[in-house]
Structures are given as structure tokens and as C-alpha cells.
């Protein structure tokens, strides 16, 4: 029997051979609880820590080469009905631009969390989105930007979803380094995501799915006061004996 703890926190050490070779030995156990309680699971902890700014993008990046190569031991079984996503996301850069470095982590995220995610890379116009939607099933289309020049084109994916009469059953969620909330309320995007850790919750948050509270520390307790010393009792001098009077 392997201990699924050590999964996870090869997950979170992003120590990949040791990862592949944990989850190899795990197939014996429910696939489920291998990727809820081993790869998920430390890829829940490097999400809070991303938060928390106790980990930068290239832990995250590390974590996550580690966690794919679990899921690419548990995929086929997956794939064969074993255990049902979250959800299908489809995910891309925008139409006109060509980076992807903030793309590729937000996908990294939402595949750790246990979301089935289409990438459809950069550059993508509306069509492919509305594509993915229709044919495999995506409820939730993420968008990026790095451009303020191609900003334009999440408006254009949100009015073609509409369009096309998926709006209230496909969400639209964006991200990009000048995208805004306030932007995401004038386009009509049903959420935003100032990073990559967020954007997790804000998929959950929108396909209905409850967020997990990340566990408070446990407190303290406080330490014993020890005993108040006895004071040493004052011994009281005699008194002075009178002396006679001379006769």
C-alpha cells in the first residue's frame, strides 16, 4: 500500500521521477483517491502557496511537470470513465496575441484542480472557442491577453458566445496582465482572475463548485505558568532586652 501523502508532497517538492514512480506502484489503490488525495492534493497546497507568495512561477512550473507526470500514468484510466472532471475548460490566448507563458499557468492550475483542460494555445480566434464549446463540452472558456491591442477580442468571443446562444451556459472568465474587473464588467465576462492561483476559484466559484477553505493553523497552546516562588519569610528580630536602672 503506498502512502498517498508521499504523492503529494512529491507533487509539492515538484520531485517528478519520484511522483511517476509512486503513482505507478498506486495503481493497486482506487484511481481516486490517487488523484484526489495525491496529486491534487499537493497541487491544492502550491496553489495556497502561490497565494501566499511563498511560492513564485517557478516552483509552480516544477510542481506542475511533476503532477503531469502522474496524470499521464492515470489518464487512460481516467479517460475510461473511472473519475469525472470538474469541468471542461477551453483556454487560449486571444486572436492577434502570441504570448502564453501566464496562459500555460492558469491551464497547469486548473488541470491540478481536477479540470479536464482543452488548450487551444495562442493566437486563437473566436470560432475555435465557440468550437470547443459545441463539440467537446466545454462549460467554461478562459481568455487571455497580454495586449492592450487585443484586449478587443474577448469582447468579440463574449458577443459570438451570445450569438451563438450559449451565453448562460458557457462562462467566460479572462486574465492577462492589463485586464481588469472593472474591464471584465464592461465586455460582459461572467468572471476575472488576477493570477493563476485565483483563477481556480474563480472556475469553481462559477460552474458552482464548492471552494475549499484552506485550513487554519492550528493554535498554540499556551505554555504552563509555572509556580509563583515562595517569598522567604522574614525572620522578625528579637527586641532589644531594657536595660536596669542603676540603683
Same mark, same amino acid.
Given at each position: 500500500?503506498?502512502?498517498?501523502?508521499?504523492? #503529494?508532497?512529491? !507533487?509539492?517538492?515538484?520531485?517528478?521521477?519520484?511522483?511517476?514512480?509512486?503513482?505507478?506502484?498506486?495503481?493497486?489503490? %482506487?484511481?481516486?483517491?490517487?488523484?484526489?488525495?495525491?496529486?491534487?492534493?499537493?497541487?491544492?497546497?502550491?496553489?495556497?502557496?502561490?497565494?501566499?507568495?511563498?511560492?513564485?512561477? $517557478?516552483?509552480?512550473?516544477?510542481?506542475? #511537470?511533476?503532477?503531469?507526470?502522474?496524470?499521464?500514468?492515470?489518464? $487512460?484510466?481516467?479517460?475510461?470513465?473511472?473519475?469525472? =472532471?470538474?469541468?471542461?475548460?477551453?483556454?487560449?490566448?486571444?486572436?492577434?496575441?502570441?504570448?502564453?507563458?501566464?496562459?500555460?499557468?492558469?491551464?497547469?492550475?486548473?488541470?491540478?484542480?481536477?479540470?479536464?483542460?482543452?488548450?487551444?494555445?495562442? +493566437? /486563437? $480566434? =473566436?470560432?475555435?472557442?465557440?468550437?470547443?464549446?459545441?463539440?467537446?463540452?466545454?462549460?467554461?472558456?478562459?481568455?487571455?491577453?497580454?495586449?492592450?491591442?487585443?484586449? $478587443?477580442?474577448? &469582447?468579440?468571443? /463574449? +458577443?459570438?458566445?451570445?450569438?451563438?446562444?450559449?451565453?448562460?451556459? !458557457?462562462?467566460?472568465?479572462?486574465?492577462?496582465?492589463?485586464?481588469?474587473?472593472?474591464?471584465?464588467?464592461?465586455?460582459?465576462? +461572467?468572471?476575472?482572475?488576477?493570477?493563476?492561483?485565483?483563477?481556480?476559484?474563480?472556475?469553481?466559484?462559477?460552474?458552482?463548485? =464548492?471552494?475549499?477553505? %484552506?485550513?487554519?493553523?492550528?493554535?498554540?497552546?499556551? %505554555?504552563?505558568?509555572? =509556580?509563583?516562588?515562595?517569598?522567604?519569610?522574614?525572620? &522578625?528580630?528579637?527586641? %532589644?532586652?531594657?536595660?536596669?536602672?542603676?540603683?
Amino acid at each position: 500500500m503506498v502512502d498517498l501523502t508521499k504523492i #503529494r508532497d512529491g !507533487v509539492i517538492n515538484g520531485k517528478a521521477d519520484e511522483v511517476k514512480k509512486l503513482v505507478q506502484e498506486a495503481l493497486s489503490e %482506487p484511481v481516486k483517491e490517487v488523484l484526489f488525495q495525491g496529486l491534487i492534493a499537493g497541487m491544492n497546497v502550491v496553489g495556497t502557496k502561490f497565494k501566499n507568495n511563498e511560492f513564485y512561477v $517557478p516552483e509552480v512550473l516544477i510542481a506542475a #511537470r511533476a503532477m503531469k507526470t502522474g496524470m499521464a500514468i492515470l489518464e $487512460p484510466i481516467i479517460k475510461g470513465g473511472a473519475i469525472q =472532471p470538474l469541468g471542461k475548460v477551453a483556454i487560449g490566448t486571444v486572436k492577434g496575441d502570441l504570448h502564453d507563458i501566464g496562459k500555460n499557468l492558469v491551464a497547469m492550475m486548473l488541470q491540478g484542480a481536477g479540470f479536464e483542460v482543452h488548450d487551444l494555445g495562442i +493566437d /486563437v $480566434p =473566436p470560432e475555435k472557442f465557440i468550437e470547443a464549446a459545441k463539440t467537446q463540452g466545454c462549460t467554461l472558456i478562459g481568455l487571455s491577453a497580454l495586449l492592450t491591442t487585443t484586449m $478587443p477580442q474577448m &469582447k468579440t468571443v /463574449v +458577443d459570438e458566445i451570445a450569438k451563438a446562444g450559449l451565453k448562460g451556459q !458557457v462562462k467566460v472568465i479572462i486574465g492577462g496582465a492589463p485586464v481588469t474587473q472593472s474591464y471584465a464588467d464592461e465586455i460582459g465576462a +461572467d468572471g476575472y482572475a488576477p493570477d493563476a492561483a485565483s483563477a481556480v476559484d474563480v472556475a469553481k466559484k462559477l460552474l458552482g463548485i =464548492p471552494v475549499e477553505k %484552506p485550513a487554519a493553523p492550528a493554535k498554540e497552546a499556551a %505554555p504552563a505558568k509555572a =509556580p509563583a516562588a515562595k517569598k522567604p519569610t522574614a525572620k &522578625k528580630a528579637a527586641a %532589644p532586652k531594657a536595660k536596669k536602672a542603676k540603683k
